[in-house]
C-alpha cells in the first residue's frame, strides 16, 4: 500500500518533543499504511511490552522501547526467524561471481569490531555499542565488481525493507556485514542473524536482517529513503543537521 501521508523528515532534536511517541519510524507491523497513526501506535505497543514484561521480565529486555537505549523498529508486521540452517546472504548484481553465504561461510572469514555510538535519526543514541562481523569490502572483493556498478542495493527477508550505499562507501572499513552486537550473537529484534551496520551513518541505514546484497549501475533510494530521509546520511551531516564548525 501506497504512504497515504508523504512525512517530511522531522527533526525531534530542534524541535524538542519525545522522539519516539512522535517520530514516525516505529510502525510496528502496519508498514507504511501506518505511518500516520504510529506514534499512538508505539504507545499501544509500549503498554503491551510493558504487560508481558511484568509476567516474565527476564525474557523482553532486548525487545524493550529503551531497553538498553535501543527502540526496536520494523516495518514489516511479521519478520521469519532464520538460523544457521536456513539462512542465506547472496551477493549478485553486476559481479563477476554471484555468491551465496552460509552463516558458517560469514563466521569463517575475517571479523572486524567497532565500537561506536549507535544514532538513530529521530534522536535517541546508544553510546559505545559494540558491533562486529565481516566487512562488506571483503564480500565485494570476493564476488569481483564489474566496471559499471557504481551502488548497492540491499535486501532483507522481513520481505520489505531496503537501504542503498553508493560504492565509495561500501568500501570503507566501518561498513560491516554484522553478526554481533554487543559482543553477543546478533538476536532477531536487532536484525538477525545478520545486519549491515554502516557506522558512520543514521542508523537506519543498517539494514536488519539482511538477505541481499545487489551491485547496481546507480543507487536505488532505500526504504527511508524513498520517503523523505537523505540517502547520504552522515551522522551529523545530513538531515537537516550541521554539526559543521561555523567560523
Ligand atoms: N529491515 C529493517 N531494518 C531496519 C529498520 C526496519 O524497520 N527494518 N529500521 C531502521 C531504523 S530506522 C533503525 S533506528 C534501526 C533500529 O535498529 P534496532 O531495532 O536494532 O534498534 O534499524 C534500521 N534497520
Ligand atoms: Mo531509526
Redesign the pocket.
Known amino acids: 500500500m501506497k504512504d497515504p501521508t508523504p512525512t517530511p523528515p522531522r527533526d525531534p532534536d530542534r524541535e524538542g518533543t519525545p522522539v519516539g511517541r512522535r517520530v514516525v ?1 516505529s ?1 510496528l507491523g502496519l508498514g507504511a499504511a501506518g505511518v500516520a497513526t504510529a506514534p499512538y501506535l508505539q504507545r499501544g505497543f509500549e503498554a503491551f511490552l510493558g504487560s508481558v514484561a511484568d509476567k516474565d521480565p527476564t525474557k523482553l529486555t532486548g525487545l524493550l522501547p529503551n531497553g538498553g537505549g ?7 508486521a511479521s ?1 521469519p526467524h532464520k538460523n544457521d540452517t536456513n539462512y542465506r546472504l547472496t551477493v549478485g548484481g553486476l559481479v563477476e561471481r554471484p555468491a551465496s553465504y552460509t552463516l558458517d561461510a560469514l563466521r569463517a572469514l575475517p571479523q572486524t569490531r567497532i565500537v561506536r555510538d ?1 544514532q ?3 534522536g ?1 543514541r546508544v553510546p559505545d555499542t559494540p558491533f562486529e562481523g565481516v566487512k562488506l569490502s571483503v564480500l565485494l572483493d570476493a564476488a569481483g565488481i564489474r566496471p559499471e556498478a557504481r551502488a548497492i542495493r540491499f535486501t ?1 527477508f ?1 520481505g ?2 531496503s ?1 542503498s550505499l553508493t560504492l565509495d562507501q561500501a568500501r570503507r572499513s566501518d561498513v560491516l556485514v554484522c553478526l554481533r ?1 554487543q559482543d553477543e550473537p546478533l538476536g532477531h ?3 538477525g542473524p545478520v ?1 549491515l551496520y554502516v557506522a558512520p551513518m ?8 539482511l538477505s541481499g546484497i545487489s551491485l547496481t549501475s546507480e543507487v536505488q533510494p532505500g ?2 529513503e524513498e520517503r523523505g530521509y537523505d540517502i547520504d546520511a552522515w551522522v551529523g551531516r545530513s538531515n537537516g543537521r550541521d554539526d559543521a564548525p561555523t567560523a
Open positions: 519510524l510502525v535501543f527502540r526496536y523498529y520494523s516495518v514489516a519478520v549507535v538513530c535519526v529521530t535517541w532483507c522481513d520489505t525493507y537501504e552486537m529484534a536487532h536484525g545486519r543514521y542508523f537506519y541505514k543498517s539494514a536488519k536482517w526504504y527511508w
